[in-house]
């Protein structure tokens, strides 16, 4: 069996960007680079939990909550096995569920402070790019698109009046020039209602939709179209359940396209997503590593992701020398 070294080296992304790369797949780590406030601590420290989820939390020694969700979800699972009520654990699902939610609006980059030239930078990267795909749930990249509408030609699906819904037999681009761009976990403009249908909220100038959680009431028949589920069979069942969520996934799964991923950690928790870029045919994946500035922890990410995506040729970058890792994006 053929074995081959893999060292701590992290190309510089000019190294691999005079080739083709037609598909983008974007994961938190441009949310992060963006705006600090939302890595998982930062939103742990915003989530309003009751004590007996914060105890999760804390025996678990994590602020991750996709890590709290799979652990709750597979208590459920014991007492089903065990044949006891799970009304408790549901209950505390639904908390940490809602929280995570709140907490990324809570958290959430005020437009006003969005720099002009940030929101142009991230466009016209997008641009660049076939297709995009993103599992990030928060408004930085429909914002970017909103404020240079203009100038990129990037469209989402929602095109369907007279509310922006989404509409499955109308999915066609209107011509080869448009960039589509997939929410693949949802995102907080987005909302299934109990018709199933899904659409997004718009407003004129992008702000005021920090304040959508107002629109979720007891009463509203809408809910917002948000994966936070803990495992990745759970967020599968999650998307199965909304044609807009569906139709991405399944989009992603038949992208023959060779592929930049930027930011996305292609965990267990995201093992669909690993499966979707794997139903393809054998191509190229050129996939971001931050630099740490620990080697072995540099080499054991390497490692890890060639064995998630074995079939493809695998190549790796230093994400800061993306345009979309650029550290002149942060916003202090």
Excluded at 130 to 159: G, K, P
Aim: hydrophobic fraction near 35%; glycine fraction near 4%.
């Amino acid at each position: 069996m053929r074995t081959t070294t893999v060292d701590d080296e992290l190309p510089d992304w000019s190294t691999l960007d005079n080739r083709e790369w037609p598909t983008l797949i974007i994961g938190n780590g441009l949310s992060i680079n963006l705006w600090s406030d939302f890595r998982y601590d930062s939103l742990f420290s915003k989530a309003m939990l009751s004590s007996e989820a914060a105890d999760i939390f804390a025996e678990l020694d994590t602020t991750n909550f996709e890590t709290a969700l799979e652990c709750i979800h597979h208590a459920r699972l014991v007492l089903e096995a065990l044949r006891r009520r799970t009304n408790q654990v549901d209950t505390v699902y639904a908390e940490v569920r809602d929280a995570l939610f709140e907490a990324v609006t809570d958290a959430h980059l005020k437009w006003s402070r969005f720099p002009v030239n940030s929101h142009k930078q991230i466009a016209e990267t997008l641009d660049e790019y076939e297709s995009v795909y993103t599992t990030n749930y928060d408004l930085c990249l429909y914002w970017s698109h909103l404020q240079n509408r203009a100038r990129v030609d990037i469209v989402d699906y929602f095109w369907s009046q007279p509310d922006n819904r989404f509409d499955p037999a109308d999915v066609t681009l209107r011509s080869p020039r448009l960039t589509p761009v997939y929410y693949l976990h949802g995102a907080v403009h987005l909302w299934q209602d109990d018709e199933n249908d899904n659409g997004k909220w718009t407003n004129a100038d992008g702000g005021n939709l920090l304040s959508l959680a107002s629109n979720y009431t007891a009463k509203s028949s809408r809910r917002p179209l948000f994966v936070s589920e803990g495992t990745s069979r759970a967020k599968v069942r999650t998307i199965q359940r909304s044609p807009y969520l569906s139709f991405c996934l399944e989009s992603l799964a038949d992208d023959e396209q060779d592929a930049v991923i930027f930011g996305h950690s292609l965990s267990a928790q995201d093992q669909h997503i690993v499966d979707a870029i794997n139903a393809g045919p054998k191509r190229k994946v050129a996939v971001s590593i931050y630099p740490s500035g620990n080697p072995q922890k540099v080499i054991e990410e390497k490692v890890r992701i060639q064995q998630a995506l074995d079939r493809h040729r695998v190549s790796f970058y230093d994400s800061t020398t993306h345009p979309l890792g650029d550290p002149g994006l942060n916003i202090p």
